[in-house]
Nanobody, 120 residues
Framework: QVQLVESGGGLVQAGGSLRLSCAAS????????VAWFRQAPGKEREFVAG?????VYADSVKGRFSISRDNAKNTVALQMNSLKPDDTAVYYC????????????????WGQGTQVTVSS
């Protein structure tokens, strides 16, 4: 099985940046699609960004966030720039066998989440 752990969350002012990292154990990410989701209090979990043979981003983060893979480290990162208060949420890393999809119910490996809080 694949175990995922997120790191890099924290408190940042609007306009700032954070870099989240998702590390895998048990297997490599090589054959998997990896995606970031987020869930704010009282809201549904939403797709943020995904990576397989290509990358895709939610419209709300396009141009501000970037997802990348480091095969040597077996990690997937989410670089978040120009953060807004609306980006505040718990961010989750998820993985599935390729191809990538944006529906959270299609992912069978999940991390525990990391809190991102963006202040005004």
């Amino acid at each position: 099985q694949v175990q995922l752990v997120e790191s890099g969350g924290g408190l940042v002012q609007a306009g700032g940046s954070l870099r989240l990292s998702c590390a895998a154990s048990g297997r490599t990410f090589s054959g998997y699609a990896v995606a970031w989701f987020r869930q704010a209090p009282g809201k549904e979990r939403e797709f943020v960004a995904g990576l397989s043979a290509y990358t895709v981003y939610a419209d709300s983060v396009k141009g501000r966030f970037s997802i990348s893979r480091d095969n040597a480290k077996n990690t997937v990162a989410l670089q978040m720039n120009s953060l807004k208060p609306d980006d505040t949420a718990v961010y989750y890393c998820a993985a599935k066998i390729r191809p990538m999809v944006i529906g959270s119910d299609q992912y069978n490996y999940w991390g525990q989440g990391t809190q991102v809080t963006v202040s005004s």
